[in-house]
């Protein structure tokens, strides 16, 4: 996968990692586990990323991707999105609370939550997870003071992810769902409507269903 992508964008990942990646961490990681193992496991990955490194392709790779229900779910999403943009600001992006644990997730649980989202990547078109990607990165690099992105790149991500999720058979979809749902508590979705306005977040979410079944009706 790694060897599938430009070593420039490779790079840009590590080095913006690097970035955030306070230097401490690698000696407390190294401190809880057997000193050789992990020195034996880091001289064997870089022998790996060697490899990887001498297999990168040169050019980036050209776009073969199916859009089921492309022009449905785009006027979908641009309805979504116009109604449910109040909501968004209403949030405060900036707290600590993203930073926290799911309350009451059963450690055991959210490793099967993360493998059923990972199934679901793997089964979408080919290029559709890339475009949705494109469309967060091009929605980070708008987002203002409050930690909003502009309306115009809300819409894009939620039309991506739609266009994604109905590349998909609805099984994996549910799937997904099932596994989120076990693990978030349902204080949470309530804790999140009491610190906005009540008419946004029931709009928002009335209009989200709506989006729902026209993704539903493209879906595999």
Not at 71 to 79: D, M, Q
Not at 90 to 107: E, F, N, Q, T
Not at 157 to 177: C, T, W
Request: with cysteine; net charge negative; hydrophobic share 45%.
């Amino acid at each position: 996968m790694f060897a599938s992508v430009l070593e420039s964008m490779v790079m840009d990942v590590y080095s913006s990692v690097k970035a955030i990646t306070d230097p401490s961490v690698h000696s407390y990681v190294k401190s809880l586990v057997n000193g050789p193992d992990i020195e034996a496991a880091y001289v064997a990955w870089l022998e790996f990323r060697d490899v990887v490194n001498a297999n990168q392709v040169a050019t980036a790779a050209a776009s073969f991707a199916s859009t089921p229900g492309t022009a449905t779910i785009g006027e979908a999403t641009k309805k979504h999105s116009a109604e449910s943009y109040p909501f968004l600001n209403d949030v405060d992006w900036l707290s600590s609370i993203y930073l926290k644990l799911l309350p009451g997730a059963a450690v055991g649980k959210t490793p099967e939550a993360v493998d059923k989202a990972t199934v679901m990547g793997s089964a979408m078109d080919r290029d559709l997870p890339k475009a949705a990607a494109e469309a967060h990165h091009k929605a980070s690099c708008s987002i203002d003071a409050k930690g909003v992105t502009s309306a115009a790149d809300y819409e894009a991500v939620n039309a991506a992810l739609g266009r994604a999720v109905a590349s998909v058979p609805k099984s994996i979809v549910m799937d997904v769902y099932d596994a989120l749902a076990g693990i978030v508590d349902s204080s949470i979705p309530n804790n999140i409507c009491s610190s906005v306005d009540p008419l946004n977040a029931n709009a928002t979410a009335k209009i989200f269903y709506d989006l729902k079944v026209v993704v539903q009706a493209s879906l595999q």
